[in-house]
């Protein structure tokens, strides 16, 4: 293992097993029982994402987890007044910012953090004063990284739903794009996170790319536990990353 590359961690997202029991309004399948058997399988994170129209993780969902986990939840949250308080009450280790739009089938592009900079800078210093580290979920924009150093944010996750979304010369041009802004926002200062929208065909150039620390995945890796069952997709998640990570360069 190379002793300068960093190690890369994933975060399960497990919103959609919360979406499958929604669907019926049963009490199964259970996000915190899928968030225990991720940790058993390497995860080193579990994101929930509280939406304002609660469709699939539950206030309680977060209040057990929390409870329970072996390992830290990174609650992906909109900026509103509940929120915050939310947050600031059961504070969790880290909280990831997000845009949220009601009729959205998932979160659309970044955090316009240049677009409503006070806001965002106020919620962040009432994050990191309950002990939170915040990550700014943003495009990669360099308009954004300059806002986000404003906010005092030590964290950034970058968007990656376009380079996932496409495909040939563009997903190439969104990659190189993501990289090069990947080691711009290191230099300044930030730990570097990426996410959405990825699976096991496309996570590996982004598991290359070496300042990015941490992969959110989630939808992909609960798919696909349809066919092979929750502990086997989550080390096959990273397995994969972490093999691209290490791959003689
Ligand atoms: N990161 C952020 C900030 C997100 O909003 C989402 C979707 O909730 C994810 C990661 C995970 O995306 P996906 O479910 O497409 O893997």
Not at 37 to 43: E, K, L, N, V, Y
């Amino acid at each position: 293992m190379p002793s300068k590359l960093s190690a890369i961690r994933l975060g399960v997202n497990v919103d959609h097993v919360a979406t499958l029991r929604q669907a019926r309004g049963t009490p199964y399948p259970d996000p915190v029982e899928a968030a225990l058997i991720s940790a058993s399988a390497g995860a080193e994170s579990i994101t929930m994402h509280l939406r304002e129209d609660r469709r699939h993780i539950q206030d309680h969902d977060i209040e057990r987890l929390l409870r329970v986990s072996p390992v830290p939840l990174n609650l992906e949250m909109a900026v509103t007044p509940f929120m915050l308080d939310f947050a600031c009450r059961l504070k969790p280790k880290y909280v990831c910012l997000v845009p949220e739009k009601r009729e959205e089938l998932t979160t659309e592009g970044g955090l316009d953090v240049a677009g409503q900079l006070a806001s965002v800078k106020s919620a962040c210093a009432r994050l990191a004063k309950a002990g939170i580290t915040v990550a700014l979920f943003i495009d990669a924009d360099p308009a954004q990284l300059k806002a986000t150093k404003a906010t005092g944010a030590p964290h950034i996750e970058i968007h990656t739903g376009t380079y996932a979304d496409t495909s040939g010369r563009k997903q190439a041009a969104e990659l190189e794009r993501i990289t090069k802004f990947a080691r711009i926002a290191k230099k300044a200062g930030l730990e570097v996170h990426a996410g959405h929208g990825l699976t096991l065909q496309n996570v590996g150039a982004i598991a290359r790319i070496p300042e990015i620390e941490e992969l959110n995945i989630g939808h992909s890796i609960v798919s696909r536990s349809v066919f092979v069952g929750f502990p086997a997709a989550v080390a096959e998640m990273k397995r994969v990353m972490v093999e691209a990570r290490y791959a003689a360069k």
